[in-house]
């Protein structure tokens, strides 16, 4: 059955000149159509480079929208026009401002998890990948506004020993990952190394050996020697891990890690919309071109290594 869905797709890209991103906690049968699989960095970095003429995003919507503002000659599209993300939510553009008010010196970084208008509001984009080093890099006298992920921003203010701004924004599918659940999976599996995902929170991050965005804990594992990992983050990333390290064992912090909006994409809408070139998104230009600036910004600063 699958096999007559992907020579479909198969026809239909080549028809179309089109290309398949797909966010590491696609479900497994998207991320193997994909011709670039990767985070959220990756996948901007890709969605920029690329010269086909159609990119369809197996992702949410920020990330659709991010290709859409990086490549306004090319059609991108999201095949489940309800595949959102709560946490990108969390903050409007007009309560952004309202912040930008009251902190007026303030240079504005935003997690690229964020609609295009708040993109268009802050300075800085970033993704987890590259936080870190993006407020870092910042002048050591002004105050840095962090918007939408407080746990993100907790991680990087502690890393980069600055005090943030932050907004009490979070990922669903991440805060419910508890210390408890790592506590539980280390003491069956006491070996194992616990990577856990910045958007957890801090008493997660705490006792997790490596903190990484998804890109980098597929770098972990491929350089790692290790055989057993407890990951923290959302459950979709064991598939991509255990593709690259089969004879490895991926153990979830906990099975509730789900994003449901992820997983709204499958090989059937896929079909529909490369055939009806839906659902297209499109970014007015004033807003694209400001939005552009904090995300120009963020691929020129790539993670330093783990
Ligand atoms: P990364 O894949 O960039 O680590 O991001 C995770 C995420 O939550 C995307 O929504
Ligand atoms: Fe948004 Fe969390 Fe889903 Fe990532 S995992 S898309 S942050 S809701």
């Known amino acids: ?20 991103l797909a966010h590491n906690y696609q479900m497994p049968e998207v991320q ?7 985070d959220s960095l990756g996948l901007s970095i890709s ?20 290709a859409a503002i990086l490549s306004p000659g090319k059609t991108v599209l999201l095949p489940d026009k309800n595949a959102g993300c709560p946490m990108a939510d969390m903050i409007t553009a007009d309560q952004l401002r309202q912040l930008k008010r009251k902190h007026p010196d303030a240079i504005v970084v935003c997690y690229v998890n964020s609609t295009a ?3 268009a509001e802050s300075d800085y984009c970033c993704t987890s990948a590259n936080a870190v080093e993006i407020v870092q890099s910042l002048p050591k006298d002004k105050p840095v506004i962090f918007v939408p992920d407080q746990n993100l921003g907790q991680f990087t203010a502690q890393k980069t ?3 943030l701004i932050l907004w009490p924004g979070y990922c669903r599918s991440h805060v419910i990952i508890t210390q408890e659940d790592i506590k539980n999976a280390k003491s069956k599996y006491p070996d194992a190394i616990v990577l856990a995902h910045p958007e957890c929170t801090e008493p997660v991050r705490q006792i997790a050996d490596y903190v990484i965005s998804t890109g980098g804990m597929l770098k972990f594992v491929k350089e790692s020697a290790a055989k057993r990992f407890i990951i923290a983050t959302e459950v979709g990333i064991i598939y991509p891990l255990k593709k690259q390290r089969p004879d490895a064992e991926f153990i979830p912090a906990s099975q509730n890690a789900v994003c449901p909006n992820m997983k709204k994409i499958t090989l059937e809408k896929i079909i529909w919309s490369l055939e009806d070139l839906k659902f ?27």
């Open 1 to 20: 059955m699958n096999e007559q869905l992907i020579e479909k797709i198969k026809n239909l890209k080549e028809q179309r000149n089109a290309v398949i």
């Open 117 to 119: 208008d708040v993109k």
């Open 47 to 66: 969605a920029s480079k690329t010269d086909a003429d159609v990119i369809v995003f197996c992702g949410v919507l920020f990330m659709a929208e991010t």
């Open 280 to 306: 297209k998104i499109t970014i007015p230009q004033d807003i694209r071109l400001k939005a552009k600036k904090s995300l120009d910004r963020m691929i020129e600063v790539l993670p330093s290594p783990v």
């Open 32 to 38: 193997d159509v994909a011709d670039f699989t990767g």
């Open 161 to 163: 020993g600055r005090q």
